[in-house]
């Protein structure tokens, strides 16, 4: 089993100042980085609304199981997280 600690958006190079620009190489860092360790479980501690397993639905296709603890976006987490049948949420 590897565990895998990914800092979302980490610091990039002065140059890339386009934020789609910015998007596109974190998605395919994270795509590397997952597919390198054979990843097929994500937690997702602290979801929010689930802005960082919606970056991952790009183009994992493992199960992702994200956790939530502040009621009212949890909700809005669990509307965003109908969109993948492998995608769980928890209070």
């Given amino acids: ?19 789609i620009t910015q998007l ?7 795509n590397l980085l997952l597919k390198k360790h054979g990843v097929t479980l994500v937690l997702d501690v602290g979801a929010n609304v689930g802005r960082f397993a ?14 939530e603890p502040v009621s009212t976006t949890f909700q809005q ?6 969109v993948r049948d492998d995608w769980q949420c928890f209070p």
């Avoid at 089993?1 to 934020?19: D, Y």
């Avoid at 987490?77 to 109908?82: D, G, N, P, V």
Wanted: overall charge positive.
């Fill in 24 to 30: 596109f190489f974190y998605r395919a860092q994270l």
């Fill in 77 to 82: 987490l669990l509307t965003r997280s109908r």
């Fill in 54 to 67: 919606e970056h991952l639905s790009y183009f994992f296709n493992g199960t992702i199981i994200s956790f």
């Fill in 1 to 19: 089993m590897h565990i895998v600690l990914i800092k979302p958006l980490c610091a990039f190079p002065f140059f890339i100042a386009n934020k």
